[in-house]
Nanobody
Framework: EVQLQASGGGLVQAGGSLRLSCAASGFTFDDYAIGWFRQAPGKEREGVSC????????YYEDSVKGRFTISSDNAKNTVYLQMSSLKPEDTAVYYC?????????????????????????WGKGTLVTVSS
């Protein structure tokens, strides 16, 4: 059974830090890109960060660059999202997802979109609340 379990959310003051974890099981972890998405109340889901399975490269949405760091521990089948300098606008439910790399022939706006394309497996979210 495929499972993605996101954890680590909570309440933090602006400027603080949190580390989210995404524990995966039931599929060949090394073959899949792992992405983090978030959905704030009343807003559409957006991609936040992604780590590529093919080369381990990392990608970030512009608003989190320099503040968030994605990393992978393949021995533990776990991906982390270290979030620092948190802002109230980071408040959202955060989800992790896994997907295979898209066909090389497909075109994307940027590498983040390519990495996040076609996620096959999704975990339940973890709520991050940043107070001002």
């Amino acid at each position: 059974e495929v499972q993605l379990q996101a954890s680590g959310g909570g309440l933090v003051q602006a400027g603080g830090s949190l580390r989210l974890s995404c524990a995966a099981s039931g599929f060949t972890f090394d073959d899949y890109a792992i992405g983090w998405f978030r959905q704030a109340p009343g807003k559409e889901r957006e991609g936040v960060s992604c780590i590529s399975s093919s080369d381990g490269k990392t990608y970030y949405e512009d608003s989190v660059k320099g503040r968030f760091t994605i990393s992978s521990d393949n021995a533990k089948n776990t991906v982390y999202l270290q979030m620092s300098s948190l802002k109230p606008e980071d408040t959202a439910v955060y989800y992790c997802a896994a997907g295979l790399s898209p066909s090389p022939g497909l075109k994307f706006r940027n590498n983040l979109d390519r990495c996040l394309y076609g996620m096959d497996y999704w975990g339940k979210g973890t709520l991050v609340t940043v107070s001002s």
